[in-house]
């Protein structure tokens, strides 16, 4: 479970690049980029700005946290 603290945590050590509809594009505090939340349609609109602007990233699936 959860507590606040790793929430707050969390959110100090990531940072959102962009967002498409409910999907969230992030970037952790070591750099790696996590493409997180929304349907299928917000993912696939993320993965095509992904590859136009920032091709070189390979983002993982997360879950909501």
Known sequence: MMTMWNHI???K??????????AR??????GR??????????QTAAKEWISLF???AVPR???ES
């Open 61 to 63: 699936l997360g879950s």
């Open 9 to 11: 945590w969390e959110m």
């Open 25 to 30: 594009l992030m970037k952790r505090a070591d």
């Open 54 to 56: 920032m091709h070189e």
């Open 33 to 42: 980029l996590e493409l997180r939340g929304g349907n299928a349609g917000d």
């Open 13 to 22: 050590n990531e940072r959102v690049i962009a967002s498409f509809g409910e």
